[in-house]
């Protein structure tokens, strides 16, 4: 049971550049989401899904776009990379708005 | 705005002592309450969630929940260097799930 899985764990970018963080989950969760974070900073929100076909916009939805076609994906897309996206990007998924959160490994970002 | 405040430390504590983390939070709809510890450069791993106003007790972990007061916190009892990490506490009102910066806990052999 891997949980949740995300790639690249790292990458560095050019100003300008685009590109695809992954993640994937083998729990059945319905629940899905993409938080960034940056040094001395609580984990902020991008973009959530309650389920396939669903997503919505987080706190810090500028600059990010993304897809849920199936229960298991859920791709974030950087398109023009910035260097203030650079920080380190989580995703988590859960069953239930009971539980907590079950994070992948995280995918460190620079943009230069 | 919703906010979660912890004080970001370092808090040092010495090897099998007690160390208590703090959480204030604005929203007054929370509905669920969280601690995540998150060693350096890994994920944060889910290690108390609390619903009801009152304690909760796991292994040596206490969480403490004050609804009244918007407050909750987190005890380690007899800490050991292995705790020395970041503790988040997150907040969850309705799929809208708020973190704190996070305290930086150091026990000291």
């Known amino acids: 049971n891997a949980g949740v899985t995300q790639t690249p764990k790292f990458r560095i970018l050019k100003i300008g550049q685009s590109m695809t963080l992954q993640c994937t989950q083998d729990?059945?969760?319905?629940?899905m989401y993409w938080y960034r974070q940056d040094p001395g900073m609580g984990l902020k929100l991008i973009y959530y899904?309650?389920?396939?076909?669903?997503?919505d916009k987080g706190e810090v939805p500028n600059g990010y776009n993304v897809s849920r076609s199936t229960t298991e994906d859920f791709p974030l897309r950087l398109e023009l990379a910035a260097p203030s996206q650079t920080s380190v990007y989580f995703c988590?998924?859960?069953?239930?708005?009971?539980?907590?959160?079950?994070f992948g490994s995280g995918t460190r970002l620079t943009v230069v | 705005q919703k906010e979660v405040e912890q004080n970001s430390g370092p808090l040092s504590v010495p090897e099998g002592a007690i160390a208590s983390l703090n959480c204030t939070y604005s929203?007054?709809?929370?509905?669920?309450f969280f601690w995540y510890r998150q060693y350096s450069g890994k994920s944060p791993e889910l290690i108390m969630s609390?619903?009801?106003?009152g304690d909760k007790e796991d292994g040596r972990f206490t969480a403490q929940l004050n609804k009244a007061s918007q407050y909750v916190s987190l005890l380690i009892r007899d800490s050991q260097p292995s705790d020395s990490a970041t503790y988040l506490c997150?907040?969850?009102?309705?799929?809208?799930?708020?973190f704190g910066a996070g305290t930086r806990l150091t026990v000291k052999p």
């Open positions: 988590a998924s859960i069953q239930t708005q009971t539980y907590g959160y079950t």
């Open positions: 729990m059945n969760h319905n629940y």
């Open positions: 929203d007054r709809g929370s509905q669920s």
């Open positions: 997150a907040v969850n009102n309705n799929n809208d799930m708020r």
């Open positions: 609390i619903y009801s106003n």
């Open positions: 899904s309650v389920g396939a076909g669903i997503t």
